[in-house]
């Protein structure tokens, strides 16, 4: 039985799924937290977050790196630790730095900083000679105001250190620019109380669809999954509205998106001990980086790949931060298709009713917000009033069928 630190976690999909890999895997772990109440308050009432039935629950100050490594390897010495891990994106660095200090499995810090860091990743990929988007780093606002003019409107607006999508956005001209600036000045420390870096990142946008790569890097070899389509929404926002795997593409299209995320993980240094998520445009040049994530997917795309191939990539997760081969063996789970569709709310107010959603073998999950809950209007990918999933045992139908479940749902949504 192996012994991981868990330090801090998301709490909705993967921080339930990470846990659940690591008992199902016969192993145990420590989980180590600044804030216990963030867990304890996402649970439902009268259950407990997964992650608390840990072996022991320890609570220290996840946000000062160095004193948390040194605190770690106090813990090491009395628990012994045979690896650790986060789901959270915001403690993928210090897990890293956690990790190269104990001499346990991981990739090499620097890496995982330069994937954690869009302008970093960037320069990575430029300096490795693979084409991307035009795109410029300011922190004031007449070097944004200049550096937009000569990217040319329009273009994409983006925090270097937020996900989910938070304060991503589409901008037309220096009005929207200026609105954009200000709004991301306005939000200067994350959910996680880290205070953020105040650069701005403009890139060139980009035309096309995009479609995600999921890979298992091990013992130095990259393995690619499979690619999962992406479907986009919330202008002037880019909110993820859905997802299908594997991704409805023509071979070469599949080939050039898988090449395309192996040059970027073996220029970032990601060749070892890591489950990436490698988001590309699909562009009329030909595909593009839009940035590498050093950890498995969210929203569910990690459920959608193993309902169709069997593989489970949280469990992956867990063995490659383990030192140990993963099982990326396929199976045979009678789908040819899976798909997810968000209800992604589009006022502020109280959800009052929502339509009536019928049933089906195809159905997979369902997960949609109780009339009473407080509603905003999305501008992440954070805001969701729940999710529907479903397969198809055929084809390419999953999305379809999601499509057509969620516009009932739809149908009947109030929102006052």
Request: proline share 6%; with cysteine.
């Amino acid at each position: 039985m192996a012994h991981l630190l868990v330090v801090e976690s998301w709490v909705g999909s993967m921080g339930r799924l990470l846990p659940r890999a690591i008992r199902e895997g016969g192993n145990e772990f420590t989980f180590l937290t600044r804030d216990l109440h963030h867990y304890l308050r996402s649970a439902p009432e009268g259950t407990a977050h997964p992650l608390l039935g840990a072996r022991h629950v320890i609570t220290a100050d996840t946000n000062d790196t160095e004193a948390l490594t040194a605190e770690v390897e106090r813990l090491h010495t009395v628990l012994g630790f045979d690896g650790v891990i986060t789901s959270c994106d915001y403690y993928l660095p210090t897990v890293a730095r956690i990790a190269a200090r104990l001499g346990l499995p991981g990739p090499g810090p620097e890496a995982v900083e330069n994937a954690c860091r869009k302008d970093a990743t960037r320069r990575v990929l430029a300096d490795a000679g693979l084409p991307g988007p035009r795109f410029a780093l300011h922190e004031e606002w007449a070097d944004l105001a200049r550096a937009a003019r000569e990217i040319g409107y329009p273009l994409v607006v983006k925090p270097v250190d937020l996900c989910a999508g938070m304060y991503v956005r589409r901008v037309d001209d220096e009005a929207q620019l200026a609105e954009a600036v200000r709004a991301l000045a306005d939000f200067p420390v994350n959910a996680r109380g880290q205070r953020r870096e105040p650069a701005v990142l403009l890139e060139e946008l980009l035309d096309g669809p995009e479609v995600s790569i999921e890979t298992v890097s091990y013992a130095g070899a990259v393995h690619v999954i499979g690619v999962t389509d992406k479907s986009i929404g919330g202008a002037p926002a880019f909110i993820e509205t859905g997802h299908m795997f594997p991704a409805d593409l023509t071979s070469a299209d599949t080939e050039a998106a898988e090449q395309t995320a192996l040059a970027a993980l073996k220029a970032l240094g990601l060749t070892d001990g890591v489950v990436a998520h490698t988001e590309i445009k699909l562009t009329s040049a030909g595909p593009r980086v839009v940035e590498v994530n050093p950890r498995p997917a969210g929203n569910r795309i990690t459920e959608l790949v193993r309902h169709v191939t069997g593989i489970d990539l949280a469990a992956a997760f867990v063995d490659v931060a383990l030192g140990r081969r993963p099982d990326l063996r396929r199976t045979d789970t009678g789908l040819r298709s899976a798909a997810i569709g968000f209800l992604v709310p589009e006022r502020t107010g109280t959800l009052e009713a929502l339509g009536q959603l019928s049933d089906g073998e195809d159905v997979l999950e369902v997960q949609l917000a109780e009339p009473g809950k407080a509603v905003k209007a999305a501008g992440s990918n954070n805001e969701y009033l729940g999710h529907v999933m479903a397969g198809d045992p055929d084809g390419l139908g999953a999305r379809d069928r999601v499509e057509g479940l969620l516009a009932a749902v739809r149908t009947g949504l109030v929102v006052r």
